[in-house]
């Protein structure tokens, strides 16, 4: 289901072609114009900067966050007020604890246990993090009222990689240690909405139980975001 959803995500926009909208930004390279409206396309329209609000049973978050930016966005505003923006993003996402630390098993995935007992020893400053690298397509329909839009839809997922960081002093001495080739999920998806002012704008991001980044076996992790949006 999870790589249906991607794809279908992708695949949105080829219907959408037939529309004729208004372009929003003057900048962007008209695909297609007319007295109805105007089809565009800007290349890395904007950046994204994010917190993630964990619950897991698995253990306690501390400063996790995420960041994203664009790539490719297509806008298509059959009216002035109402049009469809399809993006294809580059996201990493962060997820930090002090007190456990993440590991990788046997089969590459991603467990958790408290610091001590994954990196023996009377060590201070202790962290650990993973992290996921992820393409995203992000579908949204918005309605517009002058320089302010809402939007509202569905972002499908590829995640390529992810890896383990734990850091520590150990006495003077900082350490760290890199564990690569961590297991995530290979498609996922998220709801997602925006409100956008002049160019900055703010997000919520949620991933329903039904799609999780890191396969079964893996440490419990659930979570939603929220972050601020800026125009480049």
Avoid: C
Wanted: neutral net charge; charged residues 20%; glycine residues 10%.
């Amino acid at each position: 289901m999870k790589k249906t959803l991607f794809i279908i995500s992708v695949l949105v926009a080829l219907p959408l072609f037939g529309f004729q909208a208004q372009a929003q930004d003057e900048s962007a390279f008209e695909i297609v114009s007319s007295d109805s409206g105007v089809v565009s396309l800007d290349a890395a329209s904007h950046i994204g900067f994010g917190y993630n609000l964990l619950k897991s049973d698995d253990f306690t978050s501390s400063g996790s966050g995420e960041f994203f930016v664009n790539i490719l966005n297509l806008k298509i505003y059959p009216t002035d007020v109402f049009g469809v923006e399809i993006g294809v993003d580059y996201k990493t996402m962060d997820f930090e604890s002090k007190e456990q630390a993440f590991y990788l098993d046997g089969d590459k995935k991603i467990q958790v246990k408290p610091f001590n007992e994954v990196y023996p020893g009377n060590f201070t400053k202790t962290r650990s993090r993973f992290r996921s690298n992820t393409f995203s397509v992000p579908v949204l329909f918005k309605l517009v009222a002058g320089t302010t839009s809402f939007g509202l839809g569905v972002e499908g997922n590829m995640n390529l990689n992810g890896r383990v960081k734990g850091k520590y002093f150990d006495g003077d001495k900082k350490v760290k240690d890199i564990q690569k080739g961590a297991q995530f999920t290979k498609y996922d998806y998220n709801f997602l909405a925006t409100l956008d002012f002049d160019g900055t704008g703010v997000y919520f991001r949620y991933y329903p139980k039904s799609s999780q980044i890191l396969p079964e076996g893996s440490v419990n992790v659930g979570f939603m975001a929220v972050g601020v949006i800026f125009d480049m």
